[in-house]
């Protein structure tokens, strides 16, 4: 009678632990698989844009002479190479992860196997010590009393089920283990196919930085006249900005005598609640300088101020409003081209380097909508670079947290 109350124990027990073994499978199988897809969805991401800044190369590749321009532009593929192969190092890292966890479940299974498999071979065996139905039926007959045979009976019912789900299990278990050994082959051949991808960026990077070189040796042997069309450019810039910051300001006094009605506050929400989501003010292009202070790519000791963004596109390309807003100003300097003020309640958006401008004051603008056609320098390799600015009133915000990634 001590079997009887055994085996029901027995097989709930294995029966949890082959559940909570597929449930732990399920689960270590997602978690890894959706990381790698959101992961895949950013190098591609980043392909395209080291595929964009090679194309501006080639543009340039004509002309052998060294420039900022190219310099810039190096410097920014470098930095997407980078990025990429520090991508490739994630999932390097998720994909071993899976491996190991595959080795862990593949462990756990053979084990759990040769259990199942042990306990099944000695019911198979007791089974054969009491084969026939002759011996069932005096096992049955040679009960005290009636309510003993049931019992019997039942146990041995018991008895098949039983060994009927030892053999269910085993089967189970095998295909289990199947799946995940072919899951640990595909895992490890993965892993191979992003070495090898990782090693040859790390090849082409090396390649890249003796080119980053080349031309930070080149343009350091031409600093007078580097210098020279620095300080030019910055009288330029500075004589813009200081336009700029005193038109902003302008607009700021104006908008604080001017009581903020419902319309004017919905649309400053609205552009707060789109941070990081806005559409570039360009339809293509690379951030080739970044918001706020740095060092100069060439000129030791020269640092770098910047209210906004860089972004360099191909020629022929159009500025475009990154949110619906009201044209406030369009302006130019001498030298510096054209700049395009668009207020978006409490915010301010400024383009600027532009060579023709389609829009006029007082206009209203939507999101995408052209602004104007963005200046080429042809003396410089036909450089079209937008500088683009954003404002909270008189407070300069760094775009790059503002734009989509």
């Known amino acids: 009678m001590r079997q009887k109350q055994n085996i029901p124990a027995i097989r709930l027990k294995t029966n949890l632990g082959i559940c909570l073994l597929f449930c732990l499978l399920i689960v270590s199988g997602l978690l890894p698989a959706q990381t790698l897809s959101e992961l895949e969805v950013k190098k591609e991401k980043t392909r395209k844009e080291i595929e964009y800044t090679n194309n501006l190369l080639e543009k340039t590749g004509k002309n052998t002479k060294a420039t900022l321009n190219k310099l810039n532009l190096v410097n920014q593929q470098i930095q997407s190479r980078t990025n990429l192969i520090e991508d490739y190092n994630t999932e390097l890292a998720l994909i071993q992860q899976s491996i190991e966890q595959n080795e862990g479940a593949i462990s756990m299974l053979s084990s759990d196997l040769e259990k199942v498999k042990t306990d099944y071979a000695n019911l198979i065996k007791q089974a054969y010590r009491k084969r026939g139905d002759y011996n069932k039926i005096i096992f049955i007959l040679s009960s005290q009393n009636f309510n003993q045979a049931y019992k019997r009976l039942l146990?041995?019912?018991?008895?098949?089920?039983?060994?009927?789900?030892?053999?269910?299990?085993?089967?189970?278990?095998?295909?289990?283990?199947?799946?995940?050994?072919?899951?640990?082959?595909?895992?490890?051949?993965?892993?191979?196919?992003?070495?090898?991808?990782?090693?040859?960026?790390?090849?082409?990077?090396?390649?890249?930085?003796?080119?980053?070189?080349?031309?930070?040796?080149?343009?350091?042997?031409?600093?007078?006249?580097?210098?020279?069309?620095?300080?030019?450019?910055?009288?330029?810039?500075?004589?813009?900005?200081?336009?700029?910051?005193?038109?902003?300001?302008?607009?700021?006094?104006?908008?604080?005598?001017?009581?903020?009605?419902?319309?004017?506050?919905?649309?400053?929400?609205?552009?707060?609640?789109?941070?990081?989501?806005?559409?570039?003010?360009?339809?293509?292009?690379?951030?080739?300088?970044?918001?706020?202070?740095?060092?100069?790519?060439?000129?030791?000791?020269?640092?770098?101020?910047?209210?906004?963004?860089?972004?360099?596109?191909?020629?022929?390309?159009?500025?475009?409003?990154?949110?619906?807003?009201?044209?406030?100003?369009?302006?130019?300097?001498?030298?510096?081209?054209?700049?395009?003020?668009?207020?978006?309640?409490?915010?301010?958006?400024?383009y600027s380097n532009l060579k023709e401008v389609f829009v006029k004051q007082g206009d209203q603008l939507e999101t995408n909508q052209n602004i104007g056609l963005i200046f080429s320098d042809k003396d410089d390799d036909n450089k079209t670079v937008l500088k683009f600015q954003i404002w909270k009133e008189s407070v300069k915000l760094n775009p790059e947290l503002w734009i989509a990634k």
């Open 155 to 350: 146990y041995m019912r018991q008895m098949a089920e039983y060994r009927q789900k030892q053999a269910e299990q085993i089967d189970a278990i095998k295909q289990v283990l199947e799946l995940k050994t072919s899951d640990l082959r595909t895992a490890r051949k993965e892993k191979q196919q992003v070495l090898n991808q990782q090693m040859k960026e790390v090849s082409v990077l090396n390649n890249e930085k003796q080119k980053q070189s080349q031309y930070v040796a080149q343009l350091q042997k031409r600093q007078r006249e580097l210098n020279d069309h620095l300080r030019y450019q910055q009288r330029i810039e500075d004589r813009l900005q200081k336009e700029i910051e005193r038109l902003i300001e302008e607009e700021a006094r104006k908008a604080r005598e001017v009581a903020r009605t419902p319309e004017f506050r919905l649309l400053s929400d609205d552009f707060e609640k789109n941070k990081g989501r806005f559409p570039w003010p360009t339809q293509h292009g690379v951030i080739t300088d970044k918001f706020g202070e740095h060092a100069h790519p060439v000129m030791k000791n020269i640092i770098i101020k910047n209210n906004g963004i860089d972004i360099t596109t191909k020629p022929g390309e159009n500025a475009r409003a990154i949110f619906k807003g009201t044209v406030s100003r369009v302006f130019a300097i001498p030298g510096g081209n054209m700049a395009v003020i668009v207020r978006h309640g409490e915010y301010i958006t400024v």
